[in-house]
């Protein structure tokens, strides 16, 4: 069994637990959460005692989602910018494809490329307050490593559209109104609780009905992804470069309006 450095893998029966695992640095997404993830979920895909999988989180966010170092390494050096646009289209389809029911456990605020992700689960437990954002335009850059498939496949258009464009948060109360928190708790410690519970009602399932279901749905979005994917995060790779995304991070860093010169 691979050892990971920001995540663990946790087995209990038929429920795998995919956790992200460094709460110091909010799980960011750097170099090392893109290397281990994709391999991670992979693993639990390949084991055959595993039916069911919770993608949860240790600490007060469940992920700040990108990591502005490695921003700005994309911004510097176009051949690291390809790698990891490759690394995240990878990565993005390696859970939309994911062939067994994926339980998302979102306990605290979620960001950007973290948010995509969820997004792909098959239920999302949360919490009132928590925020579910992708504030992509903040920092410059077009929503691309799933946003643009993944909220409009969760949301009316035109909600999608309000929130990508403008980068506002969707509190969880009001994205279970909307249906894409599909179950809603009294607080952060049920959340977990909660999501395992319902990994354990589907894994005592019968498994080939489950997966090849699974499978059938996971087409639904497939069908998105090859409509929109590529193009997004192609275009997301283009604004990657730009001069707006070095100051979009200066400014983050010393809290400070942007100056934005449209290069």
């Known amino acids: ?15 795998g637990e995919l956790r992200l695992a460094r709460p110091d640095l909010h799980n960011r997404f750097d170099e090392v959460m893109f290397a281990e993830l994709g391999g991670a979920l992979e693993e639990l895909a390949a084991d055959m005692q595993i039916r069911a999988v919770v993608f949860s989180a240790e600490g007060r966010h469940f992920s700040a989602g990108g990591d502005t170092d490695t921003m700005l390494a994309a911004n510097a050096d176009l051949q690291v910018l390809l790698a990891q646009v490759d690394d995240g289209r990878r990565l993005f389809r390696t859970f939309a494809d994911f062939p067994k029911p994926l339980v998302a456990a979102v306990h605290g605020h979620v960001f950007g490329v973290a948010t995509s992700l969820v997004l792909t689960a098959d239920a999302v437990v949360s919490t009132p307050g928590v925020r579910i954002c992708d504030p992509h335009v903040h920092f410059g850059l077009v929503a691309g490593d799933g946003g643009c498939v993944t909220w409009p ?69 497939a069908a998105r992804i090859d409509e929109a994917f590529d193009t997004a995060f192609y275009l997301e790779a283009i604004t990657a470069g730009t001069a707006d995304l070095r100051e979009a991070v200066a400014a983050f860093t010393e809290k400070r309006p942007g100056k934005w010169s449209g290069r």
Not at 1 to 15: C, K, S
Not at 161 to 177: Q, T
Not at 194 to 219: G, I, S
């Open 1 to 15: 069994m691979t050892r990971y450095q920001a995540l663990e893998l946790i087995r209990n029966g038929p429920v």
């Open 153 to 221: 496949a969760a949301l009316p258009m035109v909600l999608a559209k309000r929130h990508l464009l403008w980068g506002d948060p969707l509190l969880a109360e009001d994205a279970h109104r909307f249906g894409l928190v599909t179950e809603l708790v009294d607080d952060a410690g049920q959340v977990r609780t909660t999501a395992l519970e319902l990994a354990e009602r589907v894994a005592a399932l019968p498994p080939v009905a489950v997966q090849l279901t699974k499978r059938a749905l996971n087409k639904v979005l």
